[in-house]
């Protein structure tokens, strides 16, 4: 049995609330797309990092902004090309005449949202240096260590068909993403909605925020406390641990991911207004955590296998505990 009884009930007013109203905000500019959006806000409210990957125009920078601009915080777009150096990410202290002394100049990645915009241009020093901000949400300069904003959340989007001039992260920096998502083609119906809603103006622009940094931080924290009941946290142990063990996986999900799993699943859990976690919840965002932290073995990727499929496997191979 799954049963939360024996768990204090979380405090979750508020929380359905601020979550609906930011996707439905989504929904005015990115049509036909509802898993991706309620995947990226799952995302945010597990202060985790978003990976979209896509070939272009498919709407990957427009699900970035939409999110940016539902909430009214700061926010902060970089242009990740081959010569950008990692002080234009972080910032760089530079000398005051006026005060004769040493000055920190923040750079975007003290914003609360930060696209980063073709990240796998970017040269892998440039890469490194968002790795203490997204997992520490901290940035060191020069000895003196300087907190990030909360919610601090990267949005980085790569296109995974034009290799020329990028830089493949590397696994470490995939490892540091909660989710890698993929938004897809739209349907014929969404395509001519979307002619009919972007073809004049903007809309992105005219989008007004729904909440605020303060709504936002509250309801992450109590997010924070939706009941997790052992069988869920042994199953979800075990779907990591499968992928340590599957013939086709040369290095497996780490505890991180585990880590991954528990949060993104209490963030499903409380967008559905449950304040306790099941299995479903667990088996949702799974496709979407795991994958980009496995690494196949090579005789397996000849022969056409693929990360998601591994996933898939290991899903239907585990029975999940009944409720």
């Known amino acids: 049995m799954t049963t939360t009884d024996h768990l204090p009930r979380p405090d979750l007013s508020g929380v359905s609330e601020t979550l609906l109203a930011i996707e439905h905000n989504i929904h005015q500019v990115l049509r036909g797309k509802p898993e991706v959006v309620r995947l990226s806000l799952i995302t945010l409210f597990s202060e985790g990092h978003l990976l979209v990957e896509d070939v272009p125009g498919v709407g990957k920078t427009l699900l970035a902004r939409a999110i940016a601009r539902s909430i009214d915080c700061s926010v902060a777009r970089v242009q990740f090309t081959p010569d950008l150096l990692p002080s234009d990410v972080t910032g760089v ?18 914003a609360n949202i930060v696209l980063g915009d073709e990240i796998n241009r970017a040269g892998p ?12 949400r901290t940035v060191t300069i020069d000895g003196s260590t300087h907190e990030l904003a909360r919610p601090f959340m990267v949005i980085a989007t790569q296109n995974p068909i034009e290799l020329e001039g990028t830089y493949p992260l ?15 083609y739209p349907h014929q119906d969404d395509e001519l909605e979307i002619l009919r809603t972007h073809g004049g103006t903007d809309r992105t622009r005219e989008l007004e925020s729904v909440t605020d940094v303060p709504a936002v931080v509250d309801a992450i924290v109590k997010i924070r406390e939706v ?14 641990r499968a992928t340590r063990s599957h013939p086709d996986v040369e290095l497996g999900a780490s505890p991180r991911a585990s880590l991954a799993l528990l949060k993104s699943g209490r963030a499903a859990a409380a967008l559905q207004g449950r304040d306790h976690v099941v299995p479903d919840d667990i088996k949702e965002v799974a496709p979407h955590v795991l994958p980009h932290r496995l690494i ?28």
Not at 298 to 323: F, K, Y
């Open 296 to 323: 196949l073995r090579p005789d397996a990727e000849l022969a056409g296998q693929d990360a998601h499929a591994v996933i898939a496997d290991v899903l239907d191979g585990l029975p999940a505990p009944t409720s």
């Open 170 to 184: 590397p696994e470490a920096q995939r490892d540091r993403f909660l989710m890698r998502v993929s938004i897809g």
């Open 93 to 110: 202290t530079v000398y005051s005449p006026d005060s004769g002394s040493f000055e920190f100049r923040p750079g975007p990645v003290f």
């Open 125 to 136: 020093k440039t890469q490194s240096a968002l790795l203490e901000s997204m997992e520490e």
């Open 227 to 240: 009941r997790v009941a052992e069988p869920i946290e042994r199953y979800l142990i075990a779907l990591c």
